[in-house]
């Protein structure tokens, strides 16, 4: 549920309150995110109190000299302004300063969720509020969406950055959300890793200055998990305030965890800058992922549970959305490259007499694909390996009784494959480096529409021949060389 009182933005799950107001000077101050507060709790009460100037500090506006940037509780933060901790963006402006300066203009609210215009996101809200700010002088707009999912306990955030300014703007950072916590002596609990040792938790204080959990892989990674958790450090499965926190996006991605002097706790959550720049020209949008966040009084439990209610709600769909999953027979351990429909039948048989109810064919099934080291990219059906072709094995299987599933990795080429010899420039490196490989493999570049085409037609050709109910999505290296031609 959603309230708007006086510039008052009051934002109630089941058991979560979450609640903010428009400032005299137009900036959004962070009042409260914990339990459910009663109805009528009055903002005034709980906002922060600012009685004396500080010295050495930076005043937003000489009618207020307590007004400090600085010292406050913020939902967004700029640049230039007098607040010097971590801003959710970078963005050099029309007039080429770093210099933003983000205030009210207006809010509206609108039952369910509101899509996305590039990305996926979360689904089934119960309402979600967007708040508009803008910098007047330069002519950008920011639009800040809260997303409201009562019975999860979780709200969403993202943000759209809008120029409507005649020149072009630079985003070098651009965050989905942020927010200012009073510090409760927090512990900072990460999923960390790599390679076979994912999603280790770590625990660590939360210090003064700015902690950080990312990943410059190109992808989420096994490395840092976006996931993570704030806690009190007292916090228990079942007892303590612990808030959490994650980004529906599977590319680079950065939080920030910073306490400051005054003991103010900034959380910002989004994609990360490392690299990054982006030219927004006149007219145009960008539009930043989707975070989430919970919060509970009930310790790691409660909050896990919070999380899991919304992943199986609101993020998983279709026809499996509540269903068990069939058990599976692999082929990649029985026989890694050396198969050919015959031995693999009869796994099938022996997999059918165990009960088992689902088989899928691994890599090797396609192109020269003996090894690891050739034809990644080449997805047309080894004739050698399958003489019948793959529509015929597959309906033996499902005459068999069991069902049928297909390996692919079609974001990967290997250089030794015909997709490569015929275009090279198809795969992510720089024109006068030599591409760094990894598993002896490029990646595939899928900012050029070519590259995506290509992927659609080939792999979407063999799926929908052999009737493919199960896909197992491989990813065996991560991206070196952040370029593309398309993006030059």
């Known amino acids: 549920m959603i309230l708007v009182q006086d510039q008052v933005f009051r934002l109630d799950t089941a058991s979560t309150t979450y609640l903010f107001r428009v400032t005299k000077f137009g900036h959004l101050e962070h009042i409260y995110y914990g339990p459910l507060l009663p109805a009528g709790e009055s903002a005034a009460v709980l906002a922060q109190k600012r009685t004396i100037a500080l010295g050495n500090s930076v005043v937003y506006d000489e009618a207020d000299e307590l007004y400090c940037l600085d010292q406050m509780y913020l939902e967004w933060s700029d640049n230039g302004r007098g607040d010097y ?113 994912e999603a280790h938790l770590h625990r660590r204080p939360v210090e003064y200055g700015m902690m950080t959990n990312s990943s410059t892989t190109g992808a989420s990674s096994n490395r840092h998990n976006p996931a993570f958790m704030l806690a009190t450090s007292t916090a228990t499965e079942d007892h303590g305030h612990v808030y959490g926190f994650n980004l529906i996006y ?115 099934w396609f192109g020269e694909r003996n090894h690891d080291q050739a034809g990644l990219g080449d997805y047309t059906v080894n004739k050698k390996k399958f003489p019948r072709g793959l529509k015929a094995f597959a309906d033996q299987l499902r005459d068999l009784g069991l069902d049928f599933g297909l390996w692919v990795e079609p974001e990967m080429v290997n250089p030794d494959s015909d997709l490569y010899r015929e275009h090279p420039e198809y795969a992510v490196g720089h024109p006068t480096k030599k591409p760094v490989k990894g598993r002896n493999q490029l990646v595939l570049d899928l900012c050029q529409k070519a590259v995506r085409d290509y992927i659609v037609d080939k792999v979407g050709a063999i799926l929908d021949e052999a009737k493919v109910s199960y896909v197992k999505w491989d990813m065996n290296r991560h991206i070196g060389e952040g370029y593309s031609i398309a993006l030059k």
């Not at 007039?95 to 509101?114: E, K, L, N, P, R």
């Not at 979780?154 to 510090?183: G, H």
């Not at 919304?310 to 050396?338: M, Q």
Request: aromatic share 10%; net charge negative; charged share 20%.
């Open 85 to 197: 901790r971590q801003s959710p963006t970078e963005l050099k402006m029309p007039d080429a300063s770093f210099v933003s300066d983000f205030v009210y203009t207006s809010h509206q609210i609108s039952d369910g969720t509101v899509p996305m215009g590039t990305l996926p996101s979360a689904y089934g809200a119960d309402q979600t509020l967007a708040v508009t700010l803008e910098d007047t002088s330069a002519k950008v707009i920011l639009s800040l969406y809260y997303t409201v999912f009562v019975q999860a306990n979780v709200i969403t955030r993202r943000a759209v950055l809008t120029n409507e300014s005649q020149e072009p703007l630079v985003i070098r950072r651009m965050m989905s959300m942020m927010v200012d916590l009073p510090d409760l002596k927090f512990d900072l609990y990460t999923l960390d890793g790599g390679w076979i040792k």
């Open 250 to 364: 599977s590319g680079n991605h950065a939080s920030y965890i910073e306490k400051s002097g005054r003991d103010i706790v900034r959380v910002a959550v989004g994609l990360n800058p490392h690299c990054f720049e982006w030219s927004l020209g006149q007219g145009e949008s960008f539009e930043t992922p989707e975070a989430v966040m919970t919060f509970s009084s009930q310790g790691f439990n409660g909050m896990s549970h919070n999380m899991h209610y919304f992943v199986n709600e609101h993020i998983v769909r279709g026809n499996w959305k509540k269903r068990e999953r069939p058990i599976l027979i692999n082929s990649w351990e029985a026989f890694y490259f050396d198969f050919d429909d015959g031995k693999l039948v009869q796994l099938a048989k022996k997999a059918k007499e165990l009960g088992i109810e689902l088989f899928v064919l691994d890599d090797g």
